[in-house]
Nanobody, 123 residues
Framework: QVQLVESGGGLVQAGGSLRLSCAAS????????MGWFRQAPGKEREFIGT???????YYARSVEGRFTISRDNAKNTVDRQMNSLKPEDTAVYYC?????????????????WGQGTQVTVSS
């Protein structure tokens, strides 16, 4: 079992930055692929980015160049930096773990999920 606990988020003005963190339990964290998703009201959960066990990253085109994901395997944490935020970035943000170490963009790829954290960007 893996537990993911998220922190960060909040209210920020357009153009601002926020940093989200995700702390994972489990001794095999370093082998997991970690994913990043968001869900706005009335919309489906949307892929944002992913980082493989070796640090390889992949981002959705909508956030590429503004958002970055990194991991610290010694601390079992994943950090997500969001810059140049826009009102349309407002959503609940989730971290997720794939214990099969795949690189996927679909919700179904990931078998563990954090509780989510709200990010609100005002115009």
């Amino acid at each position: 079992q893996v537990q993911l606990v998220e922190s960060g988020g909040g209210l920020v003005q357009a153009g601002g930055s926020l940093r989200l963190s995700c702390a994972a339990s489990g001794r095999t964290f370093s082998s997991y692929t970690m994913g990043w998703f968001r869900q706005a009201p009335g919309k489906e959960r949307e892929f944002i980015g992913t980082i493989g066990s070796g640090g390889l990253t992949y981002y959705a085109r909508s956030v590429e160049g503004r958002f970055t994901i990194s991991r610290d395997n010694a601390k079992n944490t994943v950090d997500r930096q969001m810059n140049s935020l826009k009102p349309e970035d407002t959503a609940v943000y989730y971290c997720a773990a794939d214990s099969y170490s795949r690189i996927g963009v679909g919700v179904e790829t990931y078998d563990y999920w954090g509780q989510g954290t709200q990010v609100t960007v005002s115009s």
